[in-house]
C-alpha cells in the first residue's frame, strides 16, 4: 500500500505565505512525477504544479511567479511554497503522485486527502 500524507495548510492573510509538504511512504519502487492540485468549492479540481523525477516543473498560470513546487527525492516528499497568497487561493489542496511499486512498466495514480488553504483578512 502507499499512502500520501499532505500537511502545511491553515488560515493566514492576504500576502502571507504557507508551505505545503506531502510525504510519500509505502511500497514504493519509484516516484515519477509529483505535483500539487486544490478544489476550491463548486470548482473542478485544477493543477497548480507538477514535478518530475528530474525536476522539470510546470505551474498553473495562477501559481506562476507566487508558487515553487520541490521535492526531495531520498525522502519521497514534495513541497509547495505558497507565497503572496490570495483570497482566491483558498481550496482544498491535494498532492498526486505518479508512483511505481514494483520495477516493472506499471505506474499508479496516487492521491493524498488534502490540505485546506483559507487565506481571508
Known amino acids: 500500500q502507499v499512502q500520501l500524507v499532505e500537511s502545511g495548510g491553515g488560515l493566514v492573510q492576504p500576502g502571507e505565505s504557507l508551505r505545503l509538504s506531502c510525504a510519500a511512504s509505502?511500497?514504493?519502487?519509484?516516484?515519477?512525477?509529483m505535483g500539487w492540485y486544490r478544489q476550491a468549492p463548486g470548482e473542478q479540481r485544477e493543477l497548480v504544479a507538477r514535478?518530475?523525477?528530474?525536476?522539470?516543473?510546470n505551474y498553473a498560470d495562477s501559481a506562476k511567479g507566487r508558487f515553487t513546487i520541490s521535492r526531495d527525492n531520498a525522502k519521497n516528499t514534495v513541497y509547495l511554497q505558497m507565497n503572496s497568497l490570495k483570497p482566491e487561493d483558498t481550496a482544498l489542496y491535494y498532492c498526486?503522485?505518479?508512483?511505481?511499486?514494483?520495477?516493472?512498466?506499471?505506474?499508479?495514480?496516487?492521491w493524498g486527502q488534502g490540505t485546506q488553504v483559507t487565506v481571508s483578512s
Open positions: 514535478i518530475t523525477s528530474g525536476g522539470s516543473t
Open positions: 498526486n503522485a505518479i508512483i511505481r511499486v514494483r520495477d516493472d512498466l506499471v505506474s499508479f495514480n496516487y
Open positions: 509505502g511500497s514504493i519502487f519509484s516516484i515519477n512525477a
